[in-house]
């Protein structure tokens, strides 16, 4: 129990402070809103587009730590956390724009 704790709460951690950082960032740039108009494809499926690329780049990133270079389980794990994070932010406020 405690080995599975020690592994996901660096992920959590990194998850929500990436998410915070990025509603931050946003607020002050408006990133969503220039991502949204780079994406060429209709408003209900940038949320999911969205979504799975920042699931995809954890994916990307195992990968490479198996096949290419050695990441430590620490490291994959905060920036899997990060990635997941940004990809759930930004997918979040397209959805929350949407329906405005």
Same mark, same amino acid.
């Given at each position: 129990?405690?080995? %599975?704790? #020690?592994?996901? %709460?660096?992920?959590? %951690?990194?998850?929500?402070? #990436?998410?915070?950082?990025?509603?931050?960032?946003?607020?002050?740039?408006?990133?969503?809103?220039?991502?949204?108009?780079?994406?060429?494809?209709?408003?209900?499926?940038?949320?999911?587009?969205?979504?799975?690329?920042?699931?995809?780049?954890?994916?990307?990133?195992? !990968?490479?730590?198996?096949?290419? !270079?050695?990441?430590?389980?620490?490291?994959?794990?905060? %920036?899997?956390?990060?990635?997941?994070?940004?990809? !759930?932010?930004? #997918?979040?406020? !397209?959805?929350?724009?949407?329906?405005?």
């Amino acid at each position: 129990m405690y080995g %599975l704790l #020690s592994k996901i %709460l660096p992920m959590i %951690l990194s998850l929500a402070l #990436s998410q915070f950082i990025y509603f931050k960032i946003d607020k002050r740039y408006g990133v969503t809103n220039k991502i949204s108009l780079k994406l060429k494809m209709r408003q209900e499926w940038k949320p999911t587009f969205c979504a799975c690329i920042g699931l995809l780049f954890p994916l990307v990133l195992g !990968i490479i730590g198996i096949y290419v !270079i050695e990441i430590p389980t620490t490291v994959y794990f905060i %920036l899997c956390g990060i990635f997941t994070g940004i990809g !759930i932010s930004i #997918s979040n406020k !397209i959805t929350i724009r949407k329906n405005i």
